[in-house]
């Protein structure tokens, strides 16, 4: 079945490390997002991007990073993380022939201690 | 940029009866409304959605209504069932795509 999948699922680890977090998918979806969701705030984009050759900002991308290595992949960055980044981060993607339907991935439980 | 907000934040109601979950938003720009079910510990999944030329839409028990000049749309789950309690998102976005999200609501229907 085509889907989106994440890896890692669960990570822990300690202040001031660099973490990534990777979203693969055999949608062949050309628009991907990455969103974390805390309680009580709901899922909030991070950066998104159209194309490959596309990256954009989204509401809360202070202190991540982001790379579109293929039209399949993208990946997210915490170049030095923080505590207040512990929480769970789910990939999407859409495709612009589809309207907006997003879908998402199963989601990475990230700690940050 | 967009706003949307979600009401309530709990609901419990009892197996049987109907639900009602209320969103607003901010931008008038705003065309797409997706309605979203998480299940514990699972991924949001798309359950409905609607387009602003649209009023209502209905899915067998869920539907969902759209008041464009007021600027919010309504979840309604009618005949609730015990797989019906999940967190529920709703959404609003315009041309560029990119949605909003609500904080989201918790359902729990009662046995």
């Known amino acids: 079945d085509a889907d989106v999948t994440q890896t890692p699922r669960n990570r822990i680890t300690k202040t001031g490390k660099r973490i990534m977090l990777e979203c693969s998918q055999t949608k062949g979806h050309d628009r991907m997002y990455w969103y974390r969701q805390d309680p009580g705030l709901g899922l909030r984009l991070i950066y998104y991007s159209f194309d490959v050759k596309d990256i954009n900002k989204g509401e809360i991308s202070d202190g991540y990073s982001v790379s579109r290595q293929a039209q399949a992949k993208f990946s997210l960055s915490l170049e030095s993380a923080i505590p207040n980044q512990t929480a769970l981060y789910f990939c999407a993607t859409s495709d612009r022939d589809r309207n907006n339907e997003q879908f998402f991935g199963p989601g990475t439980r990230l700690t940050v201690l | 940029g967009e706003n949307v907000e979600q009401h309530p934040s709990t609901l419990s109601v009892q197996e049987g009866d109907s639900a009602v979950i209320k969103c607003t938003y901010s931008?008038?720009?705003?065309?797409?409304f997706p309605w979203y079910k998480q299940e514990l510990g699972k991924r949001p999944q798309l359950i409905i959605d609607?387009?602003?030329?649209?009023g209502e839409k209905k899915d067998q028990r869920i539907a969902v209504t759209l008041n464009k000049t007021a600027k919010h749309f309504s979840l309604h789950i009618t005949e609730t069932q015990p797989e019906d309690s999940a967190v529920y998102f709703c959404?609003?976005?315009?041309?560029?795509?990119?949605?909003?999200f609500g904080a989201g609501t918790t359902v729990t229907v009662r046995a």
């Open positions: 931008d008038s720009a705003s065309n797409y």
């Open positions: 959404a609003a976005s315009n041309y560029d795509y990119k949605l909003s």
């Open positions: 609607i387009r602003s030329n649209v």
